[in-house]
């Protein structure tokens, strides 16, 4: 083999390696929460109403801004409501922008967190049959140390970042509610057809709560970071057709945040299993976007209500 | 293994190590074979006991065949040969639809039982290599192909891991040869050659296999979710809207397809085999026929010489018997596809255009030395023309649900000149229609330049390694967050 040749290529994986690392964390650090543009905004200092940003994963996304702030147009309420979700965003994720966040001066911060968030892939030792049998779980038993930083710096899709950055480039700012490149109505699948397909193992996927779970820290960062900066927190689990946790875990999460509640006091709401009868799903992990599934951003609009209410007295 | 997963790119890195560092011949070839027999067992599990089946079955028939003494005892291998291969194949592949078909029937005479479905896994590449192993034994049945002398040599060119899962099709009298060790320009020894990596051959692999995963994960996966969008729910969707629902699928099957071909081309061309094209430009065929010899070719020319030239060999000259063999040559090349009534429909489809052609041409000889069909305007009608033609028969190849095929065909067929929900869809899908228009800006000039991969090769290394980083930083801006499977992986 030409070392010369191997090295060309190796050049080339490099400097596409530094670009595309640079870019998406340039990105994951400076977006600006409103989501106007990669770099910071001042347009949104003119708006004269109170900010809400909704925070959270593409468990939220489905959330319709436009919904919530016609609303609250037509009863006065003096808000306006921004849905930042961000594809495969966990605590861990967002504590990078929870800077920029505060710095655009939001009233209320509403976080939805996803459960699965917390779990913890207990790293059993590999046996000799399972190499045999799936050398592909070897392999990636073998890489996963190497790769979870990886995977880390990398959203879930490097693609719509990079539509993002490409936008800002082409067309300047363009305001709107939604962070994705396009607020696309999805259809709903059958729930059978959903739970058929899933294929449940949750045996080594168990929840870890404790202090030393990167996830609680940040997520503790989050609150204390809104807290000395006097922004309203309201905190809630976001819903799931299946959860890929056990039960019992599902209350312990549910009453860690309980004492996180009282301990910081912000209000926090359980809607992990709220809608798990309802045909308004589009898969296991996330509600539909279309008019028959409204229900969740209805309730949105009333714990925004009902808080806004609380916070005034 | 998918391709374009880091698996494999760890997978072949370290291959090639152990291949340039120990240049013993029998250790080259056996971990060759051990390793492409692993890369399937790391995809397929135990289901690489199949291929461990036909690999012995095919040698051992084909040696029995070339050493018969009579004519019956060869027919009678030849036959075992047929069987063994048609039968694992079928079994696998076509077992649950010939019983959800028998209990279709089964349901109209009012019967009150119905046979339980297999539920088989279907073997990763099976109808590849199936295939490959069966233009071996006829081959050899004919008369124009010794047989392998070793049982290595033969599980060497059927094992041979870029091209097993999604081909392209080999024949051995074309991949033997190089299998062996050169003696000169035109003769080769029995024995098999020394693995050596030549510059050149790294060279122009790294550069065809960027260009595959440049295809792959750059337009196909990107392109994937606007076919998604319209030919998941076409019912109430405008013409112009499946318009592009078609060239979107024509595209993204192109690109997923011969991406994964380059893939194997170079990934075999670094090893120093020289797998020939899979696909040539098919997007400017100028009529049915040619549009065969530059879309997979390389299924197109099995189905071409071991079916359908003994089909018409006893009488060429019969309309009847052409358009009769036509028919069921497509047909054959649609079931290949997979066991449902969509790709039957489309290997139809492609059958009666394909007939249709050559019975006008046989009708009208010297229309195609007409001045029009020679003049510019003349070719491209005739491109525009066939690839309209070609671009409907996509809507069969992904479309199983009947009421929305027959719903998008007339649509394609009968326009109904409205552009409202069209519009609504090209402003939703910024992205894949941008990507559709670079890929055929590419696609004519790959089609102006010729052969472009040979090319960016041939380039200094600082140029070349400026166009490799161009790839990789395209697929790597634009990668979607998960490797896609290959769509003919699923063949």
Known sequence: MNFKLLLSVFVAITFTGIIFSTSMSFYINSYDPDWYGLLSNNSLDSTPKEKIFLLGSSTVYSVNSTFVNNYFAKNDVNYEFFNLAD??????????????????NP???????????????????ISLEEIVIHPKNFFLYQFEDFMEPIRDKIPGSPKDRSLSTLKYFLFGPQPHHHPFINFYETSVTPTHELKLNFNDNFESKKLDLSDENEEIVSLKEIINELKKNNIKLILFTAPKLIQEVSDSDIQFFEKTLLTYSNEYNFPVYFLHDKYVELEIWRDSQHVAINNDTQIYTKNMTEILLKEIKNFAI | MLFNSLDFLVFFFVILCIISFFKFRRFQHLFLIFSSLFFLYYTDNYLVTLLIFTILLHFYVGREIYNSQT??????????????SIGVLGFFKYTDFVISQLNVFGTIIDLNSEIPLLNLALPIGISFYTFQSMSYIIDIYRGSLKPSKTLKEYAFFVAFFPPLVAGPILRASEFLPQLREKISQNEVSQKLKLFVITNTNLKF??????????????FSDNIGPIVNNIFSNPLGLESFSIMIGTIAFGIQLYCDFSGYSDIAIGAAAILGFKIPLNFNKPFFASSPSDFWTRWHISLSTWVRDYLYYPLVFKNRKSEGLVFISLIISMLLMGIWHGASWNFLIWGGIHGLFLACYTILRKKFPTASSN???????????SILVTQYLIFFTFIAFWMKDFDHMVYAMKKYVLLDFSTVGTIEIIRDNELPILLMILFMILHFISYKKGNI???????KIHYWTSILFVFFLSIATFYVGSAREFIYFQF
Not at chain 1, 87 to 104: E, L, T, V
Request: proline share 1%; aromatic share 10%; net charge positive.
């Open chain 2, 453 to 459: 991969a040979e090319r960016i090769s041939k380039l």
């Open chain 2, 371 to 381: 001045k029009f069909f020679k003049s510019k305007i003349g070719k491209i009608s």
């Open chain 1, 107 to 125: 009233a209320i911060v509403i976080y939805g967190i996803d459960v699965g968030d917390f779990r913890t892939e207990t790293k059993n030792e």
């Open chain 2, 205 to 218: 692999g790294i550069t065809l296999m960027s260009i595959g995963f440049f295809k792959k994960m750059f």
């Open chain 1, 87 to 104: 594809m495969s965003d966990s605590p861990k994720k967002r504590i990078h922008s929870i800077s920029n966040i505060i710095s655009n």
């Open chain 2, 71 to 84: 004519i019956i005892r060869k027919k009678i291998f030849f036959v075992i040969g047929l069987i063994g």
